[in-house]
């Protein structure tokens, strides 16, 4: 049955990304505790090859199988599209709780900015 859009096989891409994912978070935390920086820089090697592995697959579905018809790039647009907006609107919240708590504190924080408890550095 011929249809426009690409049925995609299975991959070791995405478990193996979310596993270097995570040891690169592990590694982070060894490097902030144990001063280790051998096992950060292997894990960030290790996830960028994997990334380069990835979207070479990807390149090859593309050029050389022919996978990606108009609606798969339609497809592809579309996410990357919709990626962009749900991070703006991210930030749109994350700075929108920052520039509504800071001008008019609550009683919750403690009717001041900075909220109660949190110590500040002199940045002069």
């Known amino acids: 049955v011929y249809h426009s ?3 995609v096989e299975n991959s070791p891409w995405p478990i193996i ?3 270097g994912a995570f040891t690169f978070m592990v590694s982070i935390v060894c490097m902030l505790h144990l001063n280790n920086f051998f096992f950060l ?3 960030f090697f290790l996830l960028i ?3 380069y592995l990835w979207w070479r697959d990807v390149i090859r579905e593309s050029l050389m199988e022919g996978m990606h018809t108009f609606i798969v790039k339609q497809g592809l647009k579309m996410g990357m599209i919709l990626f962009i ?3 703006i609107f991210f930030f749109i919240s994350l ?3 920052y520039f509504h708590s800071m001008p008019s504190p609550s009683i919750e924080i403690g009717m001041m900015w900075p909220p109660k408890g949190i ?3 002199n940045p002069y």
């Open 85 to 87: 907006i749900s991070e």
């Open 95 to 97: 700075f929108w709780a």
């Open 49 to 51: 090859l994997n990334f």
């Open 17 to 19: 990304s979310s596993f």
């Open 41 to 43: 820089f292997f894990s």
């Open 5 to 7: 859009y690409h049925m």
């Open 119 to 121: 110590i500040f550095f």
